[in-house]
């Protein structure tokens, strides 16, 4: 079986509709942008789809808590790269680390990590992670050094933005 990849990305449009009067890309749609981005490529690179398993199995993850970091603006009309990757699980979450790239990934706009649970939809609470999505969960986990939000933003600017 082939190795799977741990770092995912696609590329993305900024809307009009979703930018300021000042043409960048608002706030709150950074993680819009960047939650569609990680569904679309768990499906085409891993065939997970969380809808599927909601209808289907009754269960899915629910966001437990979000932090990002806007580093650089996206604006109307650009083509930005948006990279993602697992970097930590537990019996009952995940974290995943989102990145937002201009097209070309020289210069990063945003950084954001999430924290989901898994859920069971019918009882409303939180459910552990079976046997088969551990291990599917070790095979595309990412670790990074950093053990905070903000060492990481710090890191990621200092290498990335030269």
């Known amino acids: ?12 449009r900024v809307q009009y509709h979703d930018c300021d009067p000042y043409n960048h890309l608002n ?28 209808k289907s199995e009754g269960i899915g993850w629910v966001l437990a808590q979000n932090q990002i970091s806007y580093l650089y603006p996206a604006v109307w009309s650009e083509i930005v790269c948006v990279e993602t990757r697992l970097i930590s699980f537990s019996d009952s979450s995940l974290v995943v680390e989102a990145l ?13 990590w999430t924290v989901l649970v898994h859920f069971n939809i019918k009882t409303q609470k939180s459910i552990k992670h079976s046997d088969e999505y551990k291990l599917f969960f070790t095979s595309i986990c990412s670790q990074i050094e950093e053990s905070t939000f903000e060492e990481r933003v710090k890191i990621l600017k200092a290498i990335k933005q030269k």
């Open 1 to 12: 079986m082939d190795e799977l990849k741990r770092e995912l990305e696609s590329n993305m």
């Open 27 to 54: 706030n709150s749609r950074y993680i819009d942008y960047l939650i569609a981005a990680r569904t679309e490529q768990l499906i085409e690179n891993y065939n997970f789809d969380t809808a599927k398993l909601a």
């Open 100 to 112: 937002m790239w201009d097209e070309f990934k020289r210069h990063l706009k945003a950084i954001m």
